[in-house]
């Protein structure tokens, strides 16, 4: 069982810069590929980025290539999504999710899902 929390949403004005962190709870962290998802309202939940296991070998949705980083450190069992150059479209509920699956970019491949939190991009 892994619990997954996620921080560091909130009100940024376009161009801005913000990094999301998940806290994950279990030993087994680090043998979970890590995922970040976002649904903004009216849409449908998006695949973001991932992030293998080992934190060799990461994925971006072309939206936010250039502009999102997402990255691990297994020792404090915690995933991040640094944000820069922030655009009002990125405004939505910011998910991150464990799995063991190898398409990193299907939610059906993540077991453990946080509550999520809210990014709201100003333009």
């Known amino acids: 069982q892994v619990q997954l929390v996620e921080s560091g949403g909130g009100l940024v004005q376009a161009g801005g810069s913000l990094r999301l962190s998940c806290a994950a709870s279990?030993?087994?962290?680090?043998?979970?590929?890590m995922g970040w998802f976002r649904q903004a309202p009216g849409k449908e939940r998006e695949f973001v980025a991932a992030i293998s296991w080992s934190g060799g070998n990461t994925y971006n949705a072309d939206s936010v290539k250039g502009r999102f980083t997402i990255s691990r450190d297994n020792a404090k069992n915690t995933v991040y999504l640094q944000m820069n150059s922030l655009k009002p479209e990125d405004t939505a509920v910011y998910y991150c999710?464990?799995?063991?699956?190898?398409?990193?970019?299907?939610?059906?491949?993540?077991?453990?899902w946080g509550q999520g939190t809210q990014v709201t991009v100003s333009s």
């Open positions: 279990g030993r087994t962290f680090s043998s979970y590929a």
């Open positions: 999710a464990a799995g063991r699956g190898i398409v990193v970019v299907a939610e059906r491949t993540y077991d453990y």
